[in-house]
């Protein structure tokens, strides 16, 4: 039974930062892109990074550009996602999804989900 699981979410004013852990099991990162993607209320779900199986070239939406680092330790089947200077807007629940590989598949498995809220 493949679980992701988050962690690592919860409240950080703004310019702070906050670490997200995604925990695998059930299958093996090696073979595995992992996704971190948010959804804010009343909005969209929006891909924030990605991750490919051999950790080359990872992906970032714009507006996290330079303030978001994704890793990975495939020997410890985990993926994280450091942010920083943090802004209100990153306020969202963030998930972290997989499903190939490769960044932009279909994801077919998903983690349960933590809150990040950046507020003063």
């Known amino acids: 039974q493949v679980q992701l699981v988050e962690s690592g979410g919860g409240l950080a004013q703004p310019g702070g930062s906050l670490r997200l852990s995604c925990a695998a099991s059930?299958?093996?990162?090696?073979?595995?892109?992992i996704a971190w993607i948010r959804q804010a209320p009343g909005k969209e779900r929006e891909g924030v990074s990605c991750?490919?199986?051999?950790?080359?070239?990872?992906y970032y939406v714009d507006s996290v550009k330079g303030r978001f680092t994704i890793s990975r330790d495939n020997a410890k089947n985990m993926v994280w996602l450091q942010m920083n200077s943090l802004k209100p807007e990153d306020t969202a629940v963030y998930y972290c999804?997989?499903?190939?590989?490769?960044?932009?598949?279909?994801?077919?498995?998903w983690g349960q989900g933590t809150q990040v809220t950046v507020s003063s």
């Open positions: 991750i490919g199986n051999s950790g080359g070239s990872p």
């Open positions: 059930g299958l093996s990162l090696d073979y595995y892109a």
């Open positions: 999804a997989t499903g190939a590989w490769y960044c932009g598949s279909e994801y077919d498995y």
